[in-house]
């Protein structure tokens, strides 16, 4: 499609240059933008005055002209072009006609008579005309600008629509060309403005190079981040981050040359400049939902004076819990058996092995954990005891949900440990509670 409309353009543009270069240089163009002159001059006013008026009501009658003519070029073109998108199956000529690629182009027919139209209006006026046609070269390159303007953001909306390239940086390399656009424009600008060639300028340009980089540092440094964050993979666009140092924490919405927008969970947005991301810390959950799971991990802190050994009646008590009915009798008859063969005095409850009522809950736990339908039982599931506090001994539950969406996330091990907060009773435990006794 991209090759049809280059050539299309082109062969456009050469048809109406020759059309042009005729009409222009025609007996019959001539006496016509003279017509009016002729009158007055016939008519008894002075030559210059007649020259004023004509140059007045010519400019009147073009201006009128070049509104209808853009006008109609553009609903024709549009029309044209918009027709052929709705039947073709490709989507990049929609996108080309959501960006107005094809009104900039009809652009091109007005703005190229008025430069074959200026110097038989100005003719009595050459230093006017001069001026007019730099005026008018400017706005030929501002419109060619334009035109590749919307043609590159077609190609980005249209690779943003291909599965492989959704999560890749496109704006910061779209940001780039169009960098380079600009400065081509400009120099073109500059060249048209003082007549100078374009060696001029590159030469006065290269002396300010140091100025230059100062004043484009942060594009510069952003353009280098964008490309290392694609090449190594860091952030694509809908990767959940955390950037603490600026209050960033939520899924990336846009990476483009001076910053990555991040739309936290509370909605606010938050931007951080690009090569920040190559330059300091940042956390990167795609790890975690490229997984089998969303971890959990969380600290019951168990009331230590509350920890003791079971005796052979709390045993028969806990043995009436399903999920750890058979644990309690192997673990049981090991203790038994070892005891025995030691000849250990069972009379005091300390004296040998003995089962605890926290090393019986902590299988509990585990055990509840791999029974549970929300657990993805093929990553780690581990209850351990870490070292005792001043605010108890805490008891943490290591696993991983096997729903990563944050509010399901968060009911599963809300539910979890409800139950477990509710579980430890029934293990002679309890659970760590600062308590202030104020005193009468």
Do not use: C
């Not at 953001?153 to 600009?182: A, C, E, G, H, N």
């Not at 190079?209 to 694509?236: E, M, P």
């Amino acid at each position: 499609m991209f090759i049809i409309i280059n050539k299309a353009i082109y062969f456009l543009s050469k048809a109406l240059v020759i059309i042009l270069h005729e009409i222009k240089t025609s007996v019959l163009m001539k006496e016509l933008t003279r017509y009016f002159y002729n009158l007055f001059v016939s008519k008894g006013f002075s030559e210059e005055l007649s020259e004023f008026l004509n140059l007045i009501i010519g400019i009147g009658v073009l201006i009128l002209f070049l509104f209808l003519l853009d006008l109609v070029t553009r609903k024709l073109v549009i029309s044209i072009f918009k027709a052929y998108a709705s039947k073709s199956k490709n989507v990049f000529d929609d996108f080309l006609v959501k960006n107005k690629t094809f009104d900039y182009l009809a652009h091109i027919i007005p703005l190229s008579i008025i430069f074959w139209v200026l110097p038989l209006l100005f003719i009595a006026y050459p230093k006017t005309e001069k001026y007019l046609e730099i005026l008018f070269d400017i706005m030929g390159i501002a419109l060619v600008i334009w035109i590749v303007k919307s043609i590159l953001r077609t190609f980005r909306d249209f690779l943003k629509s291909l599965d492989s390239f959704k999560d890749k940086p496109i704006d910061s390399y779209i940001q780039v060309f169009m960098i380079f656009v600009w400065s081509i424009g400009g120099i073109l600008i500059f060249t048209s403005i003082t007549g100078k060639p374009i060696w001029t300028f590159l030469t006065a340009l290269g002396a300010m190079s140091a100025v230059i980089l100062l004043i484009f540092k942060d594009t510069i440094l952003g353009f280098v981040a964008s490309i290392q964050v694609a090449v190594n993979d860091t952030v694509r666009i809908g990767d959940w981050i955390t950037m603490e140092k600026y209050g960033a924490d939520g899924d990336v919405i846009e990476i483009n040359l001076s910053s990555v927008k991040v739309q936290n969970f509370d909605k606010t947005i938050t931007t951080i400049p690009t090569y920040y991301l190559t330059s300091e810390s940042f956390r990167n959950w795609r790890g975690m939902m490229d997984s089998g799971g969303r971890r959990i991990k969380r600290s019951l802190l168990i009331k230590t004076s509350s920890i003791s050994f079971l005796s052979k009646e709390d045993i028969t008590k806990l043995q009436k819990i399903e999920i750890i009915h058979e644990y309690l009798q192997k673990a049981q008859h090991k203790i038994d058996t070892y005891n025995q063969e030691h000849n250990i005095d069972k009379s005091t409850l300390i004296n040998g092995r003995n089962l605890s009522n926290m090393g019986v809950f902590r299988i509990y736990v585990e055990s509840y954990l791999e029974h549970h339908p929300y657990i993805n039982t093929k990553m780690t599931i581990m209850s351990r005891q870490l070292a005792p506090t001043a605010e108890g001994t805490p008891l943490e539950i290591y696993a991983f949900s096997n729903d990563k969406v944050w509010k399901n996330y968060e009911k599963i091990m809300a539910d979890i440990f409800d139950h477990l907060l509710a579980a430890i009773p029934y293990f002679n435990l309890e659970v760590f509670e600062l308590s202030f006794n104020k005193e009468e």
